[in-house]
């Protein structure tokens, strides 16, 4: 049963990548975006979380394929998944909030990979530039309609810090909203535990004690 649940978890990872995928290039080629297919994605993953919440974590604790923009974006997505349902979001919520986390860093297509990937501390003019990925990917998605607020909050406001030492706006505690703070917080834990171009991912414990 535990093998079943495993196999069916990778799927769903698999079948996300694919999803934000060709979001990611749809932006990249500056065309419009249709997010119908990672919104269907969005449920299943809800579903199946629901039916056996472990097989999720499990298989992107595992999970060793996915390209790297791909892989931030899906383990966002499941640890906002993990945290909003043990917060007791409801269902429409939730979906908005493992949508927007999966959007998270939708802006960072317009950051240059030799940023993305040097090794050793970045200038201050290439922190300048990497710090513009939030309004960028609320740039690129304002021009969706219909998309939730609550999304798009979460995507220009996922580097805010509740001391205010966060960027773009230097918000302070409750200026930043309730999904963009979880948004902080999932996008932070899943960038230390995982093993990035710059340097070694570290355990969920050491994770969670930087946090």
């Given amino acids: 049963a535990a093998r079943g649940a495993i196999t069916r978890a990778n799927e769903l990872l698999e079948n996300a990548s694919a999803a934000i995928a060709i979001v990611i290039r749809a932006a990249r080629k500056k065309e419009a975006l249709e997010l119908a297919a990672l919104e269907n994605i969005v449920d299943k993953l809800i579903v199946n979380f629901d039916r056996c919440p472990n097989a999720l974590l499990w298989a992107l604790a595992t999970n060793k394929h996915m390209r790297y923009l791909n892989r931030r974006s899906v383990g966002s997505a499941v640890l906002a998944l993990a945290l909003g349902r043990f917060m007791g979001f409801r269902q429409n919520a939730l979906h908005d909030l493992v949508l927007g986390a999966m959007l998270l860093d939708l802006g960072k297509i317009t950051v240059p990979v030799t940023i993305l990937a ?7 003019a290439e922190q300048q530039f990497l710090r513009r990925h939030p309004d960028e990917g609320l740039r690129i998605l304002e021009t969706v309609p219909g998309l ?13 810090r509740i001391d205010g030492s966060g960027y773009p706006a230097g918000l302070k505690g409750n200026e930043i909203s309730l999904n963009a703070q979880i948004a902080g917080i999932v996008d932070s834990f899943d960038a230390l535990s995982l093993n990035r171009y710059y340097s070694e991912g570290i355990s969920g414990h050491d994770a969670l004690g930087a946090l």
Avoid: A, Q
């Avoid at 939730?148 to 805010?160: F, R």
């Fill in 118 to 124: 040097k090794v050793g501390e970045l200038t201050e």
């Fill in 148 to 160: 939730s607020p609550d999304v798009l909050e979460m995507v220009g406001s996922h580097h805010e």
